[in-house]
């Protein structure tokens, strides 16, 4: 008997698998389909010749609401995933100095009093004064003139606001690379404080989570399975090669990779910005709707995974190391790689300077620099990979923020999910998961349409 769907989405990362449960669980007919073996993206850990890797280290920040939500509605007790950090470190290179910094102002409030008013060996009072009025007017500008915002740097505006040449490499430096991977020069002042900016109104939840396992394990195939519960179908390994269109310009289904067509009433395209504009190209590249959405550029990470003999640090807390090649990294070997003896995982900052260079050369620079921040790992390591993320985030830089789409399209039967489509919480899971329900909540409004069948 033929199939018949309500909604085919496109794209199992959280964008993607929220959509699928929010519209399951209304009961609509769902299929997601996934171009890889495994669900979840840029949040998925698989095996890579032998050794068990994930997409990137990941932290559940407090403040998200959006995403414990949908993890709840799924069955997960978020206390077996995640292990709360009240503080995080700052390393700086040669210097042989750290700092610590409580980030749970409610939650850990000594820890947080402690990170301002001490670490004086690495901010001086005059440096900590200098970052009131950046911060302050930052997050007013956030709200009173975004457009203004996102056309100046991070850069530029910690100039303009007389932050320290000392505060902004130890604080500003280590937050912009750490968080998306790109120095201040290139990261839109928008950008920057759209991630505080997104926190204040539930402040004090904030603290920061590791993942106690690989995500896809602990938390993308537990949605899959919650999905398929309530009647969902799932595939892996089935790439969406374009979307198909009726005679009155509805998208009625798509076309897969392997020449099958399945049709359905609605499409949800939840795949990363890079992906979504290939899938449009053929049909909206004159699309005025599409324009800026095309025109949005695209930006790279880059993530370097070291297995060791043993433990890299004393603790498995998010550790900045500004100076070097690591943005930021931390120790997994308590937490989300609990199999292995140590466990480091990285987040290179600048990613283009590693996208071509051979793992081996990575190699070089990673275990120089970490020596730099005070560990000493060559003798100690097992094994490695490097992963590349070419074109997997949409760009940050200074001037792109009013490019992102909403996901309602004009187009009948199209909505588009994914962190780079308009909403308040960048890329991020958070950011991933609003815009997925945000999907899911445009379809369930909207009358519904006639079914159609499997060709
Ligand atoms: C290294 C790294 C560290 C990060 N750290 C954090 C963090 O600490 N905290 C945080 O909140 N966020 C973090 N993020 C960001 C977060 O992972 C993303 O914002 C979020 O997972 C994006 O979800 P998504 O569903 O929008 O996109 P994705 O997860 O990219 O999902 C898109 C899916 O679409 C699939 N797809 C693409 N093309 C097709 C096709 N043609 N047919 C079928 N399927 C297709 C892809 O395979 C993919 O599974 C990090 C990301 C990385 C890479």
Redesign the pocket.
């Known amino acids: 008997m033929m199939k018949r769907y309500d909604v085919v989405i496109?794209?199992?990362?959280?964008?993607?698998?929220?959509s699928a449960l929010k519209l399951a669980d209304k009961r609509k007919k769902v299929l997601l389909?996934?171009?890889?073996p495994v669900?979840?993206?840029?949040?998925?850990n698989y095996q890579d010749n032998g050794m068990e890797v994930e997409?990137?280290?990941?932290?559940?920040?407090g403040y998200?609401t959006a995403?414990p939500e949908m993890l709840r509605k799924a069955g997960i007790d978020l206390k077996e995933i995640f292990m709360w950090e009240k503080r995080m470190e700052v390393r700086l290179a040669e210097k042989e100095k750290t700092a610590k910094f409580g980030i749970a102002p409610l939650l850990g409030p000594y820890q947080a009093l402690k990170g301002v008013i001490g670490n004086n060996r690495i901010l001086s009072p005059l440096d900590k004064l200098s970052l009131i009025p950046f911060f302050t007017s930052g997050l007013k500008d956030y709200k009173k003139s975004p457009k203004q915002l996102d056309e100046i740097s991070i850069a530029d505006y910690a100039k303009k606001y007389g932050v320290t040449e000392n505060a902004f490499q130890s604080l500003i430096v280590p937050l912009s690379s750490g968080l998306f991977?790109i120095g201040p020069k290139r990261y839109s002042a928008y950008a920057f404080f759209g991630l505080f900016a997104a926190g204040i109104p539930t402040i004090y939840k904030m603290r920061?989570g590791a993942f106690l396992g690989g995500m896809t394990d602990i938390m993308c195939n537990p949605i899959g399975k919650a999905i398929e519960r309530k009647g969902g179908e799932i595939r892996t390994s089935?790439?969406?090669?374009k979307l198909t269109i009726d005679q009155n310009k509805r998208v009625n289904g798509v076309k897969l990779?392997n020449g099958n067509s399945i049709q359905a009433d609605h499409v949800v395209l939840?795949?990363?910005l890079h992906?979504?504009k290939?899938?449009l190209a053929s049909d909206f590249e004159d699309h005025p709707w599409f324009a800026p959405m095309l025109k949005l550029p695209v930006m790279p990470?880059v993530?370097f995974q070291l297995e060791l003999t043993k433990r890299a640090l004393p603790k498995d807390i998010t550790t900045f190391g500004p100076g070097t090649a690591l943005a930021s990294f931390a120790e997994q070997s308590r937490t989300t790689f609990r199999h292995a003896h140590g466990r480091l995982s990285i987040?290179l900052a600048e990613p283009e300077k590693f996208l071509d260079m051979e793992p081996e050369e990575t190699l070089k620079i990673v275990l120089q620099d970490t020596k730099k921040l005070g560990m000493d790992l060559e003798k100690h390591l097992v094994d490695y990979r490097q992963?590349n993320?070419h074109y997997?985030?949409h760009s940050l830089e200074p001037g792109n923020n009013w490019l992102r789409p909403e996901q309602n399209t004009p187009v009948d039967g199209l909505v588009l999910?994914?962190?780079?489509t308009m909403q308040p919480?960048?890329?991020?899971?958070?950011?991933?998961v609003v815009?997925?329900n945000k999907a899911a909540e445009i379809i369930l409004n909207q009358k519904a349409h006639k079914k159609t069948a499997i060709s």
Request: aromatic share 12%; hydrophobic share 45%.
């Open positions: 496109i794209g199992g990362g959280l964008a993607g698998l929220a389909l996934e171009a890889e669900l979840g993206g840029r949040t998925s997409s990137g280290f990941h932290r559940m920040i998200y995403f991977f920061i089935c790439k969406v090669k990779d939840a795949t990363t992906s979504a290939q899938i990470a993530t987040i992963i993320h997997d985030f999910a994914g962190d780079y919480f960048f890329a991020t899971m958070e950011g991933a815009s997925g």
